[in-house]
């Protein structure tokens, strides 16, 4: 029997269901799978398992590298079927298995940013700096950025949206001068309500950087999620780069996940400096 949400909050143990060393041979959502009970006997309520979707290593990839989130290992895509962990058969086998044995399983849930994009696009940005991202050291000028996924692997099952430069604020690379750097996108500006301590605003951290404003971006995470949930029937979420989004994205997505389930979908996330967590309140 799965603990309530009143148990959860008053003696709940989350469990880290993986590290970072785990060896890539595809195996790990069976081995989770069959330590389901002893964890449960140990005591845990809830584990927080990987992000499950291919990155853009393919079978080596620990899953912040995102590539495809609606490829959960079925899909042959960036020389591999299965993810680092194994096949989408497999992950919802060990989600089941630990909700059989009375433990939570919670989805890590990478939506800050992209990578491995299938082509390149040329666009105009600005170049800030490392340390101030509201610098500008370099005007307007032309970059060749990789920012179109189309995902020709899965061939259009489940989303036929493909992404494109307008999804994203910038990116780190400029593949025409083979040059690293922080490009912001012209007439795109970073979000607000995110982390200032550091590098005077912290939105951008790696690869291309979702722009969860830009309205067709949030329609399809809208989709993606309801898409997620119903496939793995997932108890809840941890939220990764926190401090790298702007909080009204989640404010406005969660709601909409635990309105379409009607369930609790317990939620937690790393800011940089303290947990954040959520459970709804009626």
């Known amino acids: 029997m799965r603990p309530t949400e009143a148990e959860l909050m008053d003696n709940g143990t989350m469990l880290q269901g993986f590290s970072w060393y785990l060896p890539a041979d595809g195996a790990h959502w069976r081995r989770l799978a069959k330590s389901a009970q002893r964890l449960a006997d140990e005591g845990i309520t809830a584990v927080w398992l990987p992000p499950a979707y291919k990155g853009q290593a393919g079978g080596f990839d620990v899953g912040y590298g995102v590539y495809d989130t609606y490829d959960l290992g079925e899909f042959d895509q960036k020389g591999t079927v299965a993810t680092k962990y194994g ?13 059989a044995a009375g433990v939570q399983a919670l989805g890590d849930v990478v939506l800050n940013q992209r990578m491995g994009a299938d082509a390149t696009e040329d666009v105009v940005a600005r170049e800030v700096a490392a340390n101030d991202r509201n610098r500008v050291v370099a005007g307007p000028h032309k970059i060749r950025a990789w920012t179109r996924f189309c995902f020709p692997g899965r061939r259009g099952r489940y989303s036929t949206f493909t992404w494109d430069w307008r999804c994203f604020h910038g990116v780190d690379w400029d593949d025409a001068t083979r040059r690293g750097g922080i490009y912001l996108f012209d007439g795109k500006s970073w979000d607000d309500e995110v982390d200032h301590d550091d590098n005077g605003n912290y939105d951008y951290l790696m ?11 949030y329609d399809e995470l809208v989709r993606w999620g309801k898409w997620y949930l119903d496939t793995t029937g997932l108890d809840g979420f941890r939220f990764d780069a926190l401090k790298h989004m702007g909080r009204e994205f989640y404010q406005r997505w969660l709601p909409e996940m635990r ?4 369930r609790e979908l317990f939620s937690v996330g790393i800011t940089g400096r303290r947990a954040w967590t959520s459970w709804s309140r009626t």
């Open 87 to 99: 096949t989408k058969d497999e992950y919802l086998a060990c989600i089941r298995s630990l909700q």
């Open 207 to 217: 690869g291309c950087d979702v722009d969860l404003s830009y309205p067709p971006v």
């Open 259 to 262: 309105n379409y389930t009607g």
